[in-house]
């Protein structure tokens, strides 16, 4: 089954990379990233969060190298939705200049256990 919306516009995979500390190097409470989980249900029905993995890279702007702990998470949903989710995720991760994502993939199925006969 390929997952659409209520008009038909077909979801794609997303991962968004969200951030566990913030610049002043506090860290960011787990009850402050579920409601960010949950504002992302709303809009999408769902999401996987991964363990934090951490990301190198170099600023452009001032040339220094960061090191940061990020939350990979992974999110179907469409092209405006993921929109939606940029824009909340700005405003609940204020400290934020930029976040990672990218679409993994336009070919995205759900795989349903009544299709495919299988019973145990």
Known sequence: ?????????PKQLWEIYVP???KSGKPIRTRHHQNW???????TK??????PVVGIWDSD?????????????KIMAT?????SILRMTFKHYPDEEA??????????????RRVYEIKY
């Open 1 to 9: 089954m390929t997952p659409t919306t209520k008009d038909n516009r």
């Open 20 to 22: 566990t500390m913030r």
């Open 99 to 112: 976040f990672f994502y990218y679409c993994i993939s336009d070919d995205v199925h759900i795989a349903e």
């Open 79 to 83: 092209r405006d939705e993921m929109d």
């Open 46 to 51: 769902g999401l996987t969060i991964h363990k």
């Open 37 to 43: 989980d949950n504002k992302v249900k709303r809009i």
């Open 61 to 73: 702007q001032t040339g220094i190298e960061y090191r940061e702990r990020m939350i990979p998470v």
